[in-house]
């Protein structure tokens, strides 16, 4: 076994790794940018180096840099992690050469399952069902609209190179097909260096769903089930889960049968995942195949009980699987929930910037379910604009597929993040959806549900009720407190006032006390617009950020942030202002005028913070809603701005090559 082992990668994955790795009692190497000198894996690992600037091409993708770093501290081996250098074969060759041992499969799988194309040959010549498709090179956007006319569209745009949702585009037409394929050529080139395309049919209304194996160097090959990972947007996946409500026994072993065969015909050894495309029929079709540990390896870890981590080091140091097929049992549910630094208001544009506060819910059991939160951040840590958004990976595990998703919506609420905008309040809705809960999913569940965007739940008339008796139990926590501070001139006397108005969003409710007295912990029972009292228990101080408490019974974790004369309260995708007042003051507080947002239709402003790569309008240019205005680049993804309307360009304000802030102008309409 190795002694020690570096880690190319940073972020969660590479605490991951380092916490697997110290259990086994391996030292651990860390790897730095510029960006990450104070990052989370620093601190953790046992020795760490500077690589570079904060640019990935400049640091973590410099080959020559990483195996530097291993001949200084002396690693023998080097685990990748995900993205990066993992699917690149050329540095698994570089580290066989100075003798470095590389924690992930050979230079053969590598290669032939890291190129699209060829994988889809070697599936094909394994037996596994593929879809339809041209598999050679397309040099040109107007090839690309022929070849897409011949497969029949929809058709799925792709790069050869590619991952995480980078260089693909659908096309619905021949338009879409030409323009598709230059988008998709142009970021393929950027993020993997590597621009070659190839296009296949894109199956309607399908499901994403991908096997787990792991091999060894001995020739054992292993399937451990399956995971769903159909909840995506924009191809990028946002909840996955194990085992699949969908996928029945003889579909598992069917699919696990057709993933070791491709695994078994490039003599794969190491942890992999052979994707498929199910149609609704429960027909499947390989994808492709990922030669490297996949970001929501955590779900098929707490289902099987098998640290993917730890058998894939294993593997590297030349030791036969401990495990047969007959050993993998699926046991319980385990779903994954990605944190991600976008702003679901806006799109789910990118955001960046320090985390002003980050607590996560506590990890372990919690009676009816488990928590885990894979995470590469701690308070105070910066989100950057040169890498991978995604802040955390927030798992729980139940002996159900519905306690487990319970339980993650109860984690969820409990997620507290400040600081930059967050997918949390848009997962959180997700979680109480009913279509997700029923299973019936597809990757175009966001798509379809979602058509215009997110925007908060809007709150049931009892959801109303608890978040007015938690303004309430709060508000009168903090009188308590002043009324009671040393030094104050005219300390409260009396009796607590018995009724209440508590304006929940746009809602006034009429709140009266029945008993209780407003200490910490608090235990007062209330009426909410007259009905059936309800006894609010909870040991909220002022400062909190949570709330934590029952209210008429109901176990309820609510997000707390002060704001004028009230609080902003989150809760189960609701999100929304409550102010605490005397029944006077509301009647005052309802006759004084609403601030009106300025009015910015005739302005293109800067979605997320970016770099302009391209203006593709000039100023006196008429244009048509819909037609592309600019097109502007954040962590490794271009984003097209279009037209809302027809206008005519006044002025334009930035250049290509300008790096951006939000709602920076880019450009002024007439």
Known sequence: MFSKILIANRGEIACRVIKSAQSMGIKTVAVYSDADRHALHVEMADEAVHVGAAAAAESYLVIDRIIAACKQTGAEAVHPGYGFLSERAAFAEALKAEGIAFIGPNVKAIEAMGDKITSKKFAAEAGV???????????????????????????????????????????????????????????????????????????????????????????????????????????????????????????????????????????????????????????????????????????????????????????????????????????????????????????????????????????????????????????????????????????????????????????????????????????????????????????????????????????????????????????????????????????????????????????????????GFPATPIEMDMKVSGKDSLTVHSNWSPGDVLWHGKVGGQTVAVQVRPIKNGYHLDWQGCSLPAKVMTPRIAELEALMPEKVAPDTSNLLLCPMPGLVVSLSVSEGQEVKAGEQLAIVEAMKMENVLRAERDCVVKTIKAAPGDSLSVDAVIMEFE
């Not at 050869?160 to 693909?168: I, L, P, Y």
């Not at 097909?177 to 894109?202: H, L, Q, V």
């Not at 699949?244 to 794969?268: H, I, T």
């Not at 607590?496 to 746009?506: I, L, N, Q, S, Y």
């Open 129 to 515: 069902s593929t879809v339809p498709g041209y598999m050679g090179l397309i040099e040109s956007p107007e090839e690309a609209v022929r070849i897409s006319g011949e497969i029949g569209y929809p058709v799925m745009i792709k790069a050869s190179a590619g991952g995480g949702g980078k260089g693909m585009r659908i096309a619905w037409s021949a338009e879409e097909a030409g323009e598709g394929y230059t988008r998709a050529k142009s970021e393929a080139a950027s993020s993997f260096g590597d621009d070659r395309i190839f296009i296949e049919k894109f199956i309607e209304n399908p499901r994403h769903i991908e096997i787990q194996v792991l091999g060894d160097k001995h020739g054992n090959v292993i399937y451990l089930g399956e995971r769903e990972c159909s909840i995506q947007r924009r191809n990028q996946k946002v909840i996955e889960e194990a085992p699949s409500s969908f996928v029945d026994e003889e579909m598992r072993r069917q699919m696990g049968e057709q993933a070791v065969a491709l695994s078994k015909a490039v003599d794969y050894d190491s942890a992999g995942t052979v994707e498929f495309v199910v149609g609704q029929d429960k027909s499947f079709f390989f994808l492709e195949m990922n030669t490297r540990l996949q970001v929501e390896h955590p779900v098929t870890e707490l289902v099987t009980s098998v640290d993917l981590v730890e058998q894939m080091i294993r593997v590297a140091a030349g030791e036969t699987l401990s495990i047969s097929q007959s050993d993998v049992t699926l046991k319980g549910w385990a779903v994954e929930s990605r944190i991600y630094a976008e702003d679901p208001f806006r799109n789910f544009l990118p955001s960046i910037g320090r985390l002003t506060r980050y607590r996560p819910p506590a990890e372990g059991d919690k009676g009816e379910y488990l928590v885990r939160n894979d995470t590469g951040v701690v308070e105070g840590s910066e989100i950057s604009m040169f890498y991978d958004p995604m802040i955390a990976k927030l798992v729980t595990y139940a002996s159900t597929r519905a306690k487990a998703v319970e339980g993650m919506s109860d984690a969820l609420d409990e997620f507290v993040v400040d600081g930059i905008q967050h997918n949390v309040p848009f997962l959180s809705s997700l979680m109480k959806h009913e279509r997700w809960k029923s299973g019936n999913i597809s990757t175009n569940f966001i798509a379809e549900e979602y058509p215009d965007g997110f925007e908060p739940s809007e709150p049931d008339v009892e959801a109303k009720e608890v978040l007015a008796c938690v303004a309430l139990s709060m508000a009168l926590i903090e009188r308590e407190r002043l009324d009671h501070l040393p030094g104050r001139l005219r300390p409260h006397s009396g009796y607590t006032r018995a009724e209440w108005a508590v304006k929940v969003g746009d809602e006034t409710l009429c709140v009266e006390l029945q008993e």
